[in-house]
Nanobody, 120 residues
């Protein structure tokens, strides 16, 4: 019905950068809010950044000024540019899309997760 494919995670040194992508496909009429969450070992999943259909953004205090969320509506894709990465950013990152299906039902979908490891 709807598939989300994440990419861009990996191992990076402190101070480095990564760019995550999450592309959606399937029976999508419109994508509303898009967001990135992360979950570190032993911790709860937390919101990292969100972007509305109008382009308004919000960020966790811990990533403000370092991470930037953006979206390409034509490609049903959301991005997370992560700069000045710190070891505490190490986690599995998940994209989340709230969308309207072709059946006019509202759906809440999660990506499969991508590992980000910040270590020297």
């Amino acid at each position: 019905q709807v598939q989300l494919v994440e990419s861009g995670g990996g191992l990076v040194q402190p101070g480095g950068s990564l760019r995550l992508s999450c592309a959606a496909s399937g029976s999508i009429f419109r994508i509303n809010d898009m967001g990135w969450y992360r979950q570190a070992p032993g911790k709860q999943r937390e919101l990292v950044a969100g972007i509305t259909s109008e382009g308004s953004t919000n960020y966790a205090d811990s990533v403000k000024g370092r991470f930037t969320i953006s979206r390409d509506n034509a490609k049903n894709t959301v991005f997370l540019q992560m700069n000045s990465l710190k070891p505490e950013d190490t986690a599995v990152y998940y994209c989340n899309l709230k969308l309207l299906l072709m059946t006019l039902k509202i759906g809440d979908y999660w990506g499969q997760g991508t590992q980000v490891t910040v270590s020297s």
